[in-house]
């Protein structure tokens, strides 16, 4: 496995695992989640998320084939009386290719931005996940993401 830096020009070859992805959370949250109706307009949104600055993309290749990809935006949060200042990479998006599920993907994902994004001074990370994703979640504890904030959201 060859871990690489994603560029927009990429945006194509992510489709099928973002299909992958999205289509679970609008299976479980159809009223927040739309489904994808033309992959043209899915690959340009991803294009652009892809090309904006501070955004950096990973793609885990086996043989020629994309197995997972990973997502980062640098965020920015200024001191406040009751906050620290804090420069962190959210994880925005993960997707492990089934077929490549349990070898390590996104674990090799991880440690990759993390090397790539060291010199930078970032070392805090954070994410979301849905609360039905058990397998996010499962992933997360075992990278060393630790819940420390719950969301809630009310949708009539």
Request: charged content about 20%; overall charge negative.
């Amino acid at each position: 496995m060859d871990i690489v830096e994603l560029q927009s020009t990429d945006a194509p070859r992510l489709l099928p695992l973002l299909h992958q992805v999205h289509d679970l959370h609008v299976t479980h949250l159809p009223t927040r989640y739309r489904p994808i109706a033309r992959n043209s307009e899915a690959v340009g949104w991803l294009a652009d998320w892809l090309a904006r600055d501070g955004v950096y993309a990973f793609g885990a290749i086996f043989d020629d084939a994309l197995a997972g990809y990973a997502v980062f935006e640098i965020e920015h949060k200024p001191e406040t009386v009751l906050k620290h200042p804090c420069t962190r990479a959210m994880l925005q998006h993960i997707c492990v290719d089934a077929a490549y599920g349990r070898q390590g993907v996104a674990r090799a994902l991880f440690e990759a931005a993390k090397t790539h994004l060291a010199p930078m001074g970032i070392r805090d990370y954070g994410t979301t996940y849905a609360s039905f994703n058990t397998a996010s979640a499962a992933l997360m504890a075992s990278l060393g993401f630790h819940p420390t904030l719950i969301y809630a959201e009310y949708r009539p």
